[in-house]
């Protein structure tokens, strides 16, 4: 059985941003350097992206400032223009479409979160989360029915009527999160969006982030600066640098072999426990059955608890069928840094 097609397929992709980009890009060839193409007057912003995002699957790009991930998540919905390159879903090339494919593409099957929450201010909540729905001609009676059920699913239950103005800056992003998800997107992009909000809160719409795609499942490219977010919510990350993506791959994968040097110092403060799957520490199961079990896609830090009482765990699938045991001596040797 072969695997499924990824759900968003981006090949060779490239951004200049300067005058004839594509033939400058031409002229100094893929492997030019970012001074080379400083010297013609142009910024080379994204550098020949590969990437390929799974059906459900929460894709984390991540850099600092001016890595070119925001650059490159605008690129893949087209409100930048590429400069070369593909860019595949629901089986077209997006730079193939033409200004009214996209339009349709934006309105119905792709949604957009980002840092600033960019709510109406004269509209209700009501009236902000069924505005995509509006904008689709949708009749009235079905897009706040549409937009309620939204709402509600974000928590925000009995603020229907209230102004943006009226709502904390945790609450305005829940409905920027309900206004995106009314036209129910096959694709959710997510540029930083809990960046602007307060520790506390951000903690709070990580979880909520999550209950979220525990119930949507949703294909979602989330852009972050932070790497404790990414391992949070990620099940795969690209870390970007000068345009360029520098390793992807699981949080695992990323924290226990870095690749380089630079993606060495953004993993280097994160504790192994805290990424490293309990599958990847279990051992083969044998002797007593333990009283206590842990799923194997579990955290290892999820698990370390249970051994204030326990020495052994039994490791689990979702069937519930034992697949090996969690040695506390291994859990210590790792969270010590073994």
Excluded at 16 to 43: C, K, M, S, Y
């Amino acid at each position: 059985m072969t695997d499924p097609a990824p759900k968003l397929l981006c090949r060779d992709v490239w951004k200049i941003f300067g005058p004839n980009g594509a033939g400058v890009l031409a002229d100094l060839g893929a492997d030019a350097t970012g001074a080379q193409f400083d010297a013609r007057g142009h910024v080379a912003a994204v550098r020949a992206v590969d990437l390929a995002v799974n059906e459900g699957e929460v894709f984390v790009i991540m850099g600092l400032s001016g890595s070119g991930k925001s650059t490159l998540v605008r690129c893949l919905s087209r409100l930048i223009e590429p400069t070369s390159g593909e860019i595949w879903f629901l089986g077209q090339n997006l730079l193939a479409a033409s200004d009214a494919e996209m339009r349709h593409l934006r309105r119905h099957k792709m949604g957009m979160v980002f840092q600033h929450f960019a709510l109406l201010p004269h509209m209700s909540v009501l009236h902000n989360v069924a505005f995509p729905l509006e904008v689709q001609g949708v009749a009235r009676a079905t897009r706040e029915s549409t937009a309620r059920k939204m709402i509600a699913l974000v928590g925000l239950a009995g603020r229907e009527d209230a102004l943006p103005r009226q709502l904390s800056g945790g609450q305005q992003q829940r409905v920027g999160i309900a206004r995106s998800l009314a036209a129910d997107p096959e694709l959710w992009f997510l540029d930083e969006p809990f960046s602007a909000l307060d520790p506390l809160i951000r903690r709070e719409m990580q979880d909520e982030f999550m209950r979220l795609q525990s119930v949507l499942k949703k294909t979602i490219v989330f852009i972050t600066h932070d790497f404790d977010e990414a391992i949070r919510l990620a099940d795969k990350i690209a870390i970007m640098k000068d345009g360029a993506v520098v390793q992807q791959g699981t949080p695992e994968d990323i924290v226990l072999n870095p690749a380089t040097d630079y993606v060495a110092e953004f993993t280097g403060a994160v504790p192994r426990a805290k990424v490293v799957r309990v599958a990847s520490v279990m051992r083969a199961a044998g002797g007593a059955v333990p009283a206590l079990s842990i799923a194997a896609s579990a955290k290892v830090a999820e698990a370390a608890p249970l051994f204030l009482t326990e020495t052994v765990l039994r490791v689990v699938d979702a069937q519930n069928e034992t697949l090996g045991h969690l040695q506390r001596e291994d859990v210590v040797a790792l969270m010590l840094g073994g």
